[in-house]
Structure formats: structure tokens, C-alpha cells
């Protein structure tokens, strides 16, 4: 058992000046309940928090630490780099040096435009979108998120599904309009707005394997469907790659699952660490983008060198050396299977979601294909499970409405320990 007394001092200080005491609302453990564990450092497969606990780490940052933390040679080239400024706000060869390694690994990716985080990522790809086609609606699909800008948190997943938050204030209907949604995996859905907007319709986003419902793959066909219907109606399709970029292969999901998309958004891996986002696609769409074209995006800190030599760094140890994705694919596999063992005894039935290095445990009696069923899945049990498994030194999201996520720095001897420690979490007799 962990204490957690410092925590706990810190998280009351923290009420007082920061809102909810988190720089993001998930971190607060609102929907799990008790106190957020304030962490100190963090190395490999391990963090450490301010009272001196360990933890194995399967949020692993929310997913950029794919490497696991602190890694050697990206924390030594950030060191270097930041002696030579930590910001210019003027173009840097090291930015063409990032833009060619993205367009050398991702597919379809012809151009691309840094930003900071997978929200801007996402918030101007639509603005191209839409700026391209002189169309106004898109497509979304329920409990996928795409960052927190307006036009997306309509029916969003992560910590909106977290708190089951229905109508945000601020968030004006004038926007919301525009937004269109369909359930996960459902292309007749798709079809049948698509017919009722026709020719209105920018772009279809979607997480080609949603990550922030839990993990929900895409079903056979369903990812092939939407191109077709894109391509039929001259809609934009839009990966929203934030989770899956260079996690699922050096050329993310598009490459994995073989779809091509028209616009890909990147965040998390991509700045090994460091708050990084990008865009990119087809250079006939993405000339659009000022100056070249009109549609306007911006950013003092786009490009940064601090940051770019992080994610370059990091694309670049994926990049040569391409086992890392069979490795994490098997050690996720063992986690796998060692869960679906140890939870067998449970008392209550659960579903396992993987697909590469993410994965996510639902206690459901049905398939997890969307968010619905996401959301009847006995989340409450969930949050019994996540506390057990905190308390044995387990770092699990704080919300069955996010999906795991693996490292390469997790040895075999870590996920025993994690298979035992499941176990005996909902069992404690075991
Ligand atoms: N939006 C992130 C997960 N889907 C949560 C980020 C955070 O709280 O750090």
C-alpha cells in the first residue's frame, strides 16, 4: 500500500490557485475519486511521486513517452540545443530537418506545418479543410476527441466523457452546428448524413483507432468505407493521428492499417516529451495555409528549436530502429493475455481492447465498438480496479474513457508484476 501524505498536501495547495488543482481536468481524479498522485521524476518504465512511491506507468504521458522517460539521447540533445536559445520565433534549419523526417516516415504527407499541441493540430486542419472545399459542416464520431477547440466538443470523449459533461457552456450553438455526428464504427450512419448534407460537408475527422473511449480498433471496413465516401463526395478525410502517430508504426495508423488519408494531425510522439503538434497532407490542400494561401494559422512558439529537437530525436530513434514496434506489440500482446488470466476471477465480465501499444480494460458483457457501449460498461467497477491497482504501485489512467499506453522501457518482469498485482485487485483473497 502507498501513502500518499504529500499528495495530498499539495493537491489542497494546488486548489488554490490552479482550477480543480490540474493544468487538465483527468489529471484531478474527479470520476475515480481520491487524491491525484503529484509526481517528482521519472525514468524508464517508472515514475516516482512526491512522497517517494514508484509506479509502473501505462499512461506513459498520455502517450508521447513511447520510449519510456527521461530517454537518454533526447534528453542530452534538449540540453545542447537549449544553450544555443530556447526560442528565436525565426525559421531554423533544424525545422526543414523535422518537416523531411515527418515526410520520410508518414504516408500521404507531402507538406507539413509544426504547432504545439494536438488541439491546434486538429483546429486548423479543420479550419483548412474548410477553407479548401468552401464547405462549413464536418463529420465527427462520437466519444473521439480532438482537442478542446469549440467546433469539437460536441459528444467528445476523454475527460468530457470522463465527467459526462452534455452541453459546455461557451461552446455557442452558432458553432455547434456545423458539427455533424456518427457512432463509431458505423459507416451507414456516415452515409445517411452524408446524403442528408450533401455537398456541404468539409471533412470527415476520425481517430483511426479511438483512444479516448478506452482503445476501440476500427472494425474491418469501416476505415476503407469513409475513404470511399470521401472520395465520392469530395469530403476531406482527416486522421487525427495524435494518439496513434508513430506509436502504431513509423508511419502511424495510415501505415498500420493501410488507408490513406488527405490530412493527418500529430501531437504526443511527436515531441518526445515537449509540447509539439503538427498538420500535414497533400500539397494541394496544404498550399492553402498562409502565406502560400490564404487560410491563416499562426504561432509564436511553432517550430520551437527546444522542441523540435526533442521530437526530431525521438521520430528519428523510431525511425532506424523499426523493432521497437514488434517489441511493443508483444509485450502489449503479454500484458494482454496475462490480464485477460488475472482477471478471469473478477466476479464481474470485462472486455480488452488492444490494438498495438494501446490497450484498455472495460467491465462489459458486450463488445466495446463505440461510445455507448463504452459508456454502459460498469465504469464504476473500474474505478475500484484503478485505485487497487494505484495502491500496489500500478499508474493506470484515471478514467475508463482513456486508452493505455505501452512503453518500450517496460521490461517483462514489470508487467508480471502488473499481472499479479491485477490479479489480486478485485480479488483481494487471491
Ligand atoms: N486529453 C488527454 C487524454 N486524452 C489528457 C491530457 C492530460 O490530462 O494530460
Known sequence: MTTNTKSKELFARAQR??????????????????????????????????????????????????????????????????????SFGAPTELEIEMAELIISMAPNVDMVRMVSSGTEACMSALRLARGYTGRNKFIKFEGCYHGHADAFLVKAG??????????????????????????????????????????????????????????????????????????????VLVFDEVMTGFRLAPGGAQERLGVNADLVTYGKVIGGGLPVGAFGGKKEIMQHIAPLGNVYQAGTLSGNPIAMIAGYTMLKTLKDNPGIYKELDEKTEYLHKGLEGALSGCGSPFVINRFGSMLSVHFSDKPVNNFAAAASANNNLFNQFFHAMLNSGIYLPPSAFETWFISAALSKEDIDETIEVAGKALNPSR
Open 17 to 86: 490557485s490552479i482550477p480543480g488543482g490540474v493544468n487538465s481536468p483527468v489529471r484531478a481524479f474527479k470520476s475515480v475519486g481520491g487524491t491525484p498522485i503529484f509526481m517528482e521524476r521519472a525514468r524508464g518504465a517508472y515514475m516516482y511521486d512526491a512522497d517517494g512511491n514508484r509506479y509502473i506507468d501505462y499512461i506513459n504521458s498520455w502517450g508521447p513517452m513511447i520510449l519510456g522517460h527521461a530517454y537518454e539521447p533526447v534528453v542530452k540533445a534538449v540540453q545542447e540545443k537549449a544553450m544555443q536559445s530556447t
Open 158 to 235: 476523454s475527460g468530457v466523457a470522463t465527467f459526462n459533461i452534455q452541453t459546455i457552456p461557451g461552446v455557442t450553438a452558432g458553432v455547434s452546428i456545423d458539427t455533424l455526428t456518427a457512432p463509431y464504427n458505423d459507416l451507414e450512419s456516415v452515409q445517411k448524413l452524408v446524403n442528408e448534407h450533401s455537398g456541404t460537408i468539409a471533412a470527415i475527422f476520425v481517430e483511426p483507432v479511438a483512444g479516448n473511449m478506452g482503445c476501440i480498433p476500427p472494425e474491418p471496413g469501416f476505415l476503407e468505407g469513409l475513404r470511399k465516401i470521401c472520395d465520392q463526395e469530395g469530403i
